[in-house]
T-cell receptor, first 116, second 109 residues
Framework: GAVVSQHPSRVICKSGTSVKIECRSL??????MFWYRQFPKQSLMLMAT?????????EQGVEKDKFLINHASLTLSTLTVTSAHPEDSSFYIC????????????FGPGTRLTVL | GQQVMQIPQYQHVQEGEDFTTYCNSS?????IQWYKQRPGGHPVFLIQ?????EVKKQKRLTFQFGEAKKNSSLHITATQTTDVGTYFC?????????FGSGTKLNVKP
């Protein structure tokens, strides 16, 4: 099956710093990628939809200036958490649609962000 | 936004017992997908249901999509310890996925 990588897998940062998370589709081109946030023992919450070459579409309640998304190529989307605060600590997961006509999502392994 | 309810939240079963999780939407869905997430892992795609009343089987797993395309279920027959994890449904509408709250399955050997 299709493989999606995510980097870094774990990051610890100080409050006020910015953190960039990369999501890559390794063996296919992804016109659409999704960014999710998952709190412990909870479901995945869709944050935004990232389309290659266009602005991301953010879900209601998600600050676009706080969570910057860039989908620069068909294999790479990045999420930057700007001026991170402890409440931003969470598990961030990306997924990609293969664009073959199906709607199957391929998930990255996730990034555990801890803001001190 | 899209509301997807999933029950139960937790299910503890003895190995060999059956397990079912249910997913309900407030609106008609284009399709619904099911995922499994092992502890510490990421969601893994299991199946997609598209047609009204559709039933699909994968070995011991049976997936159903309601006639009105508003609800779905996942049934596992004779659970095994390898079935442990959280099962999520994900509703696909308006080019987005909305995940249910998940059902965490624990199987006692």
């Amino acid at each position: 099956g299709a493989v999606v990588s995510q980097h870094p897998s774990r990051v610890i940062c100080k409050s006020g710093t910015s953190v960039k998370i990369e999501c890559r589709s390794l063996d296919f081109q992804a016109t659409t990628m999704f960014w999710y946030r998952q709190f412990p023992k909870q479901s995945l919450m869709l944050m935004a939809t990232s389309n290659e070459g266009s602005k991301a579409t953010y879900e209601q309640g998600v600050e676009k200036d706080k969570f910057l998304i860039n989908h620069a190529s068909l294999t790479l989307s990045t999420l930057t958490v700007t001026s991170a605060h402890p409440e931003d600590s969470s598990f961030y997961i990306c997924s990609a649609l293969a664009g073959t006509g199906g709607d199957e999502q391929f998930f990255g392994p996730g990034t555990r962000l801890t803001v001190l | 936004g899209q509301q997807v309810m999933q029950i139960p939240q937790y299910q503890h079963v003895q190995e060999g017992e059956d397990f079912t999780t249910y997913c309900n939407s407030s609106t008609t869905l284009s399709n619904i997908q099911w995922y499994k997430q092992r502890p510490g892992g990421h969601p893994v795609f299991l199946i997609q249901l598209v047609k009204s009343g559709e039933v699909k089987k994968q070995k011991r797993l049976t997936f159903q999509f309601g006639e009105a395309k508003k609800n779905s279920s996942l049934h596992i027959t004779a659970t095994q310890t390898t079935d442990v994890g959280t099962y999520f449904c994900a509703a696909y509408n308006f080019n987005k996925f909305y995940f249910g709250s998940g059902t965490k399955l624990n199987v006692k050997p």
